[in-house]
């Protein structure tokens, strides 16, 4: 007997699945284990860890890896305060402005990384020489820190706008946002306690979401940095695989795995945090059955809740 035509799509639905999650899994994972077997087979050694044990040693790792993660801290502290009151204010008071808000969020994309640089690098040359003699002077040195470039931060927050505000947006969608608002200020809430305690509690996924997507823009950008002059992690990488390819390799592959590590941290840390709420309500009351009833009425409830009008 033949099937129905609803089984034979759902069959074949069910079949295909696993095959494009193994086409997936085999075009990802067949370069990462190229580049594992090129970092451990050494011609002349045979196997070794040499090319992992000499990363930690190696000149310039260990500060390279700790200003780029200083970096991406500071630059998604940065994008999150700005798109967040500008997404929600959009959202509640000027909807007309939304548009507005997302082609300017977006048009990051458009900009190549290369002409972002060069304006970057011309306003930097101007300041020096035309405020020399002016207190802006030093705000123009500062920024240029190479301990703690603060110009890169500036141009990763813009780089991160796209991806942020889209993440946002899409938690913004799921979520209520008026109500949750004019709930909180009818309890006496003011705006800025309304926003922190109603509506990002709700927006977490979306807020890891950007926040992760910030993280490895940061640790992976190169063109800024390299042309600005700055040695982040990704440019340490770049220099030292002039040196030493193996080396480079096991540090991309390195790098790789810290930022799968600090995805599942702040998985991990949004699923605890979500069900911190649950564990603290602890179980739920049972339900009385539907059969039984209770033996008191409706308005005798009402009157022992409220005792100040039982008696007058």
């Not at 993660?69 to 909807?95: E, H, Q, Y």
């Not at 109500?179 to 909180?184: I, M």
């Not at 309890?187 to 109603?198: Q, T």
């Not at 991990?268 to 049972?286: E, F, I, K, Y």
Request: proline residues 8%.
């Amino acid at each position: 007997m033949p099937d129905a035509p609803g089984q034979t799509g759902l069959s074949k639905h069910a079949l295909g699945r696993p095959v494009v999650l193994l086409v997936a899994g085999v075009y990802f994972l067949v370069p990462l284990l190229a580049s594992a077997v090129f970092t451990l087979d050494v011609p002349g050694q045979g196997l070794t860890l040499s090319s992992y044990t000499r990363i930690f040693a190696a000149p310039g790792f260990t500060g390279s890896l700790l200003l780029s993660l200083g970096l991406a801290a500071a630059t998604v502290a940065l994008v999150l305060l700005v798109t967040v009151p500008a997404a929600v204010a959009a959202r509640l008071s000027a909807p007309r402005l939304r548009p507005v808000l997302e082609i300017v969020c977006t048009l990051p994309l458009v900009v190549p990384p290369v002409a972002l640089t060069a304006g970057l690098g011309t306003v930097l040359r101007w300041g020096p020489e035309k405020l020399s003699t002016t207190p802006l002077y030093q705000t123009f040195v500062a920024v240029q820190n190479p301990d703690f470039p603060v110009v890169l931060v500036l141009a990763y927050a813009v780089m991160a706008l796209p991806f942020v505000y889209r993440a946002l947006d899409a938690g913004l969608r799921s979520v209520d946002v008026r109500t949750l608002v004019e709930a909180a200020r009818d309890c006496g809430a003011s705006w800025p306690r309304a926003l922190v305690s109603a509506v990002l509690p709700n927006l977490r996924g979306a807020l890891l979401n950007g926040s992760f997507l910030t993280l490895a823009l940061v640790l992976g950008e190169f063109t800024v940095a390299s042309l600005l002059g700055f040695q982040p992690f990704a440019v340490w990488i770049v220099q030292a695989s002039g040196s030493d390819a193996r080396l480079s390799v096991a540090v991309s592959l390195l790098s790789l795995l810290l930022t799968w590590v600090l995805l599942l941290a702040l998985t991990t840390v949004g699923n605890r945090r979500r069900r911190a709420p649950r564990a603290a309500r602890g179980p739920r009351a049972s339900r009385p059955s539907r059969t039984s009833r209770p033996s008191t009425s409706p308005t005798s409830e009402a009157l022992a809740a409220s005792p100040g009008k039982t008696s007058r």
